[in-house]
Protein backbone atom coordinates (compact mmCIF):
# COMPACT_ATOMS: atom_id res chain seq x y z
CA UNK A 1 0.00 0.00 0.00
CA UNK A 2 1.06 3.74 -0.52
CA UNK A 3 1.52 4.11 3.45
CA UNK A 4 4.81 1.81 4.55
CA UNK A 5 2.86 2.18 8.23
CA UNK A 6 -0.27 -0.05 6.50
CA UNK A 7 2.18 -2.39 5.41
CA UNK A 8 4.50 -3.03 8.05
CA UNK A 9 2.96 -0.90 11.34
CA UNK A 10 1.21 -3.92 13.11
CA UNK A 11 1.86 -5.36 16.73
CA UNK A 12 3.68 -8.74 16.71
CA UNK A 13 -0.06 -10.05 17.77
CA UNK A 14 -1.60 -8.87 15.21
CA UNK A 15 1.78 -9.83 12.38
CA UNK A 16 0.61 -13.37 14.16
CA UNK A 17 -3.08 -13.39 13.13
CA UNK A 18 -2.12 -11.93 9.63
CA UNK A 19 0.12 -15.11 9.51
CA UNK A 20 -2.36 -17.50 10.68
CA UNK A 21 -4.93 -16.29 8.24
CA UNK A 22 -2.47 -16.94 5.59
CA UNK A 23 -1.76 -20.29 6.35
CA UNK A 24 -5.41 -21.13 6.71
CA UNK A 25 -7.37 -19.26 3.95
CA UNK A 26 -4.01 -19.99 1.75
CA UNK A 27 -4.41 -16.58 0.83
CA UNK A 28 -3.05 -13.37 1.54
CA UNK A 29 -4.54 -11.16 4.06
CA UNK A 30 -6.43 -8.55 1.54
CA UNK A 31 -5.54 -4.78 2.42
CA UNK A 32 -9.24 -3.93 3.23
CA UNK A 33 -8.81 -6.08 6.46
CA UNK A 34 -5.21 -4.67 7.28
CA UNK A 35 -6.44 -1.23 7.20
CA UNK A 36 -8.95 -2.19 9.57
CA UNK A 37 -6.39 -3.63 11.85
CA UNK A 38 -4.45 -0.50 11.83
CA UNK A 39 -4.94 2.02 14.75
CA UNK A 40 -8.24 0.27 14.89
CA UNK A 41 -9.22 2.81 17.35
CA UNK A 42 -9.45 5.51 14.97
CA UNK A 43 -11.16 4.24 12.30
CA UNK A 44 -11.73 0.37 12.04
CA UNK A 45 -13.83 -0.42 14.67
CA UNK A 46 -16.43 1.90 14.02
CA UNK A 47 -16.27 1.46 10.43
CA UNK A 48 -16.66 -2.53 10.08
CA UNK A 49 -19.80 -1.68 13.03
CA UNK A 50 -21.17 0.84 10.50
CA UNK A 51 -20.20 -1.19 7.51
CA UNK A 52 -21.68 -4.50 9.06
CA UNK A 53 -24.75 -2.49 9.85
CA UNK A 54 -25.38 -1.81 6.36
CA UNK A 55 -24.64 -4.56 4.95
CA UNK A 56 -26.05 -7.23 7.27
CA UNK A 57 -28.37 -5.61 9.57
CA UNK A 58 -31.84 -5.58 9.63
CA UNK A 59 -33.07 -4.52 6.19
CA UNK A 60 -35.98 -5.42 3.22
CA UNK A 61 -33.21 -5.99 1.20
CA UNK A 62 -31.07 -9.40 0.78
CA UNK A 63 -27.55 -9.58 1.44
CA UNK A 64 -27.19 -10.05 -1.58
CA UNK A 65 -28.84 -6.88 -3.06
CA UNK A 66 -27.01 -5.00 -1.10
CA UNK A 67 -23.50 -6.74 -2.62
CA UNK A 68 -25.07 -5.90 -5.45
CA UNK A 69 -25.50 -2.33 -4.82
CA UNK A 70 -21.51 -2.20 -3.30
CA UNK A 71 -20.23 -3.97 -6.19
CA UNK A 72 -22.56 -0.96 -8.55
CA UNK A 73 -21.75 1.90 -6.32
CA UNK A 74 -17.80 0.93 -6.36
CA UNK A 75 -18.07 0.40 -10.32
CA UNK A 76 -19.57 3.88 -10.54
CA UNK A 77 -16.22 5.00 -8.65
CA UNK A 78 -14.13 2.90 -10.64
CA UNK A 79 -12.82 1.04 -7.73
CA UNK A 80 -10.85 -2.13 -8.93
CA UNK A 81 -10.27 -4.01 -5.78
CA UNK A 82 -14.00 -3.02 -4.11
CA UNK A 83 -15.84 -3.89 -7.48
CA UNK A 84 -14.16 -7.19 -7.85
CA UNK A 85 -14.47 -8.01 -4.38
CA UNK A 86 -18.21 -7.14 -3.82
CA UNK A 87 -19.34 -8.65 -7.38
CA UNK A 88 -17.83 -12.11 -6.11
CA UNK A 89 -20.06 -11.28 -2.73
CA UNK A 90 -23.25 -10.61 -4.71
CA UNK A 91 -22.84 -14.05 -7.07
CA UNK A 92 -22.13 -16.09 -4.90
CA UNK A 93 -24.94 -14.48 -2.17
CA UNK A 94 -27.68 -14.87 -5.26
CA UNK A 95 -25.82 -18.08 -6.44
CA UNK A 96 -26.98 -16.27 -10.11
CA UNK A 97 -24.00 -15.04 -11.53
CA UNK A 98 -25.15 -13.90 -14.61
CA UNK A 99 -27.55 -11.69 -13.28
CA UNK A 100 -24.63 -9.91 -11.30
CA UNK A 101 -22.91 -9.59 -14.58
CA UNK A 102 -25.66 -8.25 -16.33
CA UNK A 103 -26.79 -5.65 -13.71
CA UNK A 104 -23.10 -4.33 -13.94
CA UNK A 105 -22.73 -5.10 -17.51
CA UNK A 106 -26.58 -2.46 -17.90
CA UNK A 107 -28.63 -1.85 -15.58
CA UNK A 108 -31.58 -1.03 -17.71
CA UNK A 109 -31.67 -3.75 -19.70
CA UNK A 110 -30.73 -6.43 -16.40
CA UNK A 111 -33.05 -9.00 -15.63
CA UNK A 112 -33.78 -7.48 -11.71
CA UNK A 113 -37.13 -6.38 -10.68
CA UNK A 114 -37.85 -2.37 -11.06
CA UNK A 115 -37.73 -1.24 -6.84
CA UNK A 116 -33.36 -2.97 -7.17
CA UNK A 117 -32.96 -1.19 -10.77
CA UNK A 118 -34.38 1.99 -9.49
CA UNK A 119 -32.86 2.00 -6.48
CA UNK A 120 -29.13 1.32 -8.22
CA UNK A 121 -29.56 4.23 -10.26
CA UNK A 122 -30.42 6.65 -7.50
CA UNK A 123 -26.84 5.37 -5.69
CA UNK A 124 -25.12 5.25 -8.99
CA UNK A 125 -26.30 8.67 -9.72
CA UNK A 126 -25.48 10.20 -5.95
CA UNK A 127 -22.20 8.88 -6.27
CA UNK A 128 -21.07 10.68 -9.62
CA UNK A 129 -23.20 13.42 -8.88
CA UNK A 130 -22.96 14.07 -5.40
CA UNK A 131 -26.71 15.08 -5.47
CA UNK A 132 -29.95 14.38 -5.78
CA UNK A 133 -33.33 15.85 -6.00
CA UNK A 134 -36.50 14.98 -4.54
CA UNK A 135 -37.81 13.71 -8.33
CA UNK A 136 -35.01 11.39 -8.05
CA UNK A 137 -36.20 9.93 -4.91
CA UNK A 138 -40.31 9.73 -5.79
CA UNK A 139 -39.42 7.98 -9.06
CA UNK A 140 -37.79 5.15 -6.53
CA UNK A 141 -40.65 5.29 -4.27
CA UNK A 142 -43.13 4.96 -7.18
CA UNK A 143 -42.02 1.47 -8.53
CA UNK A 144 -42.42 0.48 -5.31
CA UNK A 145 -38.99 0.61 -2.48
CA UNK A 146 -40.12 1.90 0.48
CA UNK A 147 -38.57 4.55 2.32
CA UNK A 148 -37.03 2.56 4.96
CA UNK A 149 -35.02 0.34 1.64
CA UNK A 150 -34.55 3.51 0.11
CA UNK A 151 -32.77 4.87 3.60
CA UNK A 152 -30.76 1.31 4.00
CA UNK A 153 -29.75 1.50 0.40
CA UNK A 154 -27.77 5.04 1.45
CA UNK A 155 -26.32 3.20 4.18
CA UNK A 156 -24.82 0.77 1.75
CA UNK A 157 -23.74 3.80 -1.12
CA UNK A 158 -22.40 5.86 2.16
CA UNK A 159 -19.92 2.61 3.46
CA UNK A 160 -19.06 2.03 -0.07
CA UNK A 161 -18.15 5.67 -1.13
CA UNK A 162 -15.84 5.66 2.30
CA UNK A 163 -14.19 2.59 1.14
CA UNK A 164 -13.82 2.66 -2.26
CA UNK A 165 -11.98 5.73 -1.71
CA UNK A 166 -9.59 4.57 0.89
CA UNK A 167 -9.06 1.32 -1.38
CA UNK A 168 -7.66 3.81 -4.40
CA UNK A 169 -6.04 6.45 -1.83
CA UNK A 170 -4.70 3.98 0.03
CA UNK A 171 -3.20 1.65 -3.36
CA UNK A 172 -5.54 -1.95 -2.54
CA UNK A 173 -3.90 -4.31 -3.87
CA UNK A 174 -6.18 -6.12 -6.52
CA UNK A 175 -6.21 -9.85 -5.41
CA UNK A 176 -6.54 -13.36 -8.02
CA UNK A 177 -9.81 -14.03 -8.69
CA UNK A 178 -9.78 -17.08 -6.09
CA UNK A 179 -8.33 -14.81 -3.43
CA UNK A 180 -11.92 -12.66 -4.58
CA UNK A 181 -13.42 -16.09 -3.98
CA UNK A 182 -12.16 -16.60 -0.76
CA UNK A 183 -12.93 -13.11 0.89
CA UNK A 184 -16.75 -13.67 -0.40
CA UNK A 185 -17.16 -16.86 1.42
CA UNK A 186 -15.36 -15.18 4.19
CA UNK A 187 -17.78 -12.01 4.04
CA UNK A 188 -21.23 -13.85 3.98
CA UNK A 189 -20.07 -16.52 6.69
CA UNK A 190 -18.70 -13.84 8.82
CA UNK A 191 -19.97 -10.11 7.99
CA UNK A 192 -17.80 -7.39 7.83
CA UNK A 193 -17.28 -7.34 11.88
CA UNK B 1 -36.14 1.58 14.07
CA UNK B 2 -32.92 0.28 12.15
CA UNK B 3 -32.04 3.41 9.92
CA UNK B 4 -31.82 5.01 13.58
CA UNK B 5 -29.15 1.92 13.94
CA UNK B 6 -27.26 2.58 10.90
CA UNK B 7 -27.28 6.39 11.45
CA UNK B 8 -26.13 6.49 15.02
CA UNK B 9 -23.02 3.83 13.77
CA UNK B 10 -22.39 6.46 11.36
CA UNK B 11 -22.41 9.48 13.24
CA UNK B 12 -20.39 7.38 16.23
CA UNK B 13 -17.33 6.81 13.18
CA UNK B 14 -17.39 10.40 11.87
CA UNK B 15 -17.45 11.88 15.96
CA UNK B 16 -14.45 9.85 16.63
CA UNK B 17 -12.16 11.26 13.96
CA UNK B 18 -12.70 14.20 14.09
CA UNK B 19 -13.21 15.04 17.88
CA UNK B 20 -11.22 11.49 19.64
CA UNK B 21 -7.29 11.66 19.62
CA UNK B 22 -5.29 12.04 16.85
CA UNK B 23 -1.44 12.54 15.46
CA UNK B 24 -2.87 15.29 13.40
CA UNK B 25 -4.60 18.09 14.85
CA UNK B 26 -8.51 18.71 15.10
CA UNK B 27 -8.38 21.68 12.73
CA UNK B 28 -6.26 19.60 10.21
CA UNK B 29 -8.80 16.54 10.43
CA UNK B 30 -12.03 19.07 10.28
CA UNK B 31 -10.22 20.66 6.98
CA UNK B 32 -10.08 17.15 5.51
CA UNK B 33 -12.98 15.94 5.99
CA UNK B 34 -14.63 18.89 4.26
CA UNK B 35 -12.07 19.27 1.17
CA UNK B 36 -11.62 22.46 2.09
CA UNK B 37 -8.66 25.27 3.59
CA UNK B 38 -6.03 22.65 3.64
CA UNK B 39 -2.53 24.05 2.52
CA UNK B 40 -0.51 22.71 -0.38
CA UNK B 41 0.82 20.04 -1.64
CA UNK B 42 -1.64 18.14 0.84
CA UNK B 43 -4.73 19.84 -0.58
CA UNK B 44 -3.80 17.71 -3.70
CA UNK B 45 -4.14 14.86 -2.27
CA UNK B 46 -6.80 15.31 -0.24
CA UNK B 47 -8.89 16.68 -2.92
CA UNK B 48 -8.28 13.38 -5.14
CA UNK B 49 -9.60 11.38 -2.41
CA UNK B 50 -12.61 13.43 -1.88
CA UNK B 51 -13.53 13.64 -5.45
CA UNK B 52 -11.39 11.52 -8.00
CA UNK B 53 -9.88 8.61 -5.78
CA UNK B 54 -8.66 6.87 -8.75
CA UNK B 55 -6.04 9.60 -9.78
CA UNK B 56 -4.34 9.61 -6.80
CA UNK B 57 -0.35 8.63 -6.91
CA UNK B 58 2.54 7.65 -4.87
CA UNK B 59 3.70 11.53 -6.03
CA UNK B 60 1.14 12.62 -3.55
CA UNK B 61 1.59 10.54 -0.90
CA UNK B 62 5.64 11.40 -1.23
CA UNK B 63 4.82 15.43 -1.78
CA UNK B 64 2.41 15.67 1.39
CA UNK B 65 5.46 13.63 3.43
CA UNK B 66 8.11 16.12 1.75
CA UNK B 67 5.93 18.99 3.48
CA UNK B 68 6.21 17.46 7.12
CA UNK B 69 3.06 15.37 7.56
CA UNK B 70 3.81 11.81 9.15
CA UNK B 71 2.22 8.31 7.65
CA UNK B 72 -0.04 8.46 10.39
CA UNK B 73 -1.35 11.86 10.00
CA UNK B 74 -1.48 10.98 6.42
CA UNK B 75 -3.61 7.82 7.58
CA UNK B 76 -5.94 9.76 9.18
CA UNK B 77 -6.55 12.63 7.27
CA UNK B 78 -6.58 10.28 3.94
CA UNK B 79 -9.50 8.67 5.98
CA UNK B 80 -11.22 12.04 7.38
CA UNK B 81 -11.75 12.63 3.56
CA UNK B 82 -12.91 9.84 2.40
CA UNK B 83 -15.05 10.05 4.89
CA UNK B 84 -16.29 13.74 4.78
CA UNK B 85 -17.28 12.93 1.19
CA UNK B 86 -19.28 10.12 2.03
CA UNK B 87 -21.09 11.80 5.18
CA UNK B 88 -21.80 15.01 2.47
CA UNK B 89 -23.70 12.26 -0.26
CA UNK B 90 -25.12 11.11 3.00
CA UNK B 91 -26.82 14.08 3.78
CA UNK B 92 -27.96 14.76 0.29
CA UNK B 93 -29.70 11.12 -0.29
CA UNK B 94 -31.29 12.02 2.93
CA UNK B 95 -32.66 15.24 2.68
CA UNK B 96 -33.59 14.15 -1.33
CA UNK B 97 -36.00 11.54 0.83
CA UNK B 98 -37.07 14.00 3.40
CA UNK B 99 -38.37 16.41 0.89
CA UNK B 100 -40.02 13.42 -1.63
CA UNK B 101 -42.16 12.52 1.62
CA UNK B 102 -42.62 15.62 3.37
CA UNK B 103 -46.65 15.68 2.18
CA UNK B 104 -46.74 12.32 3.50
CA UNK B 105 -47.95 9.47 0.88
CA UNK B 106 -45.03 7.02 1.15
CA UNK B 107 -44.00 4.32 3.37
Known amino acids: MRLDILDHGYSPATK ?3 ALIRLFSGHPVPDAAKLAFYRPDFYGTRAKEFTHEAMRG ?4 SVGDRELMAAYVSKVNGSAFCTAAHTATARRAYQDGPMVTAVLADLESAPVEE ?12 TAEGKLSAEDMRQVLAVGASRQQVKDALAVCVAFNTTDRLADAFGFEVLSPEGFEAGAKYLLKRGYR | MPDNKKQAAHRALVDRILNGEG ?8 RAFGNDGLPP ?15 VTEADF ?9 EDQLFE ?14 EAGLTALAEATANGGAR
Open chain 2, 23 to 30: RSSAQQRA
Open chain 1, 58 to 61: PSAW
Open chain 2, 41 to 55: PLNTLIGKVATRPTQ
Open chain 2, 77 to 90: LVICAAVGQSARLY
Open chain 1, 16 to 18: LLF
Open chain 2, 62 to 70: AAAKASGFS
Open chain 1, 115 to 126: PLRSTLRMLGKL
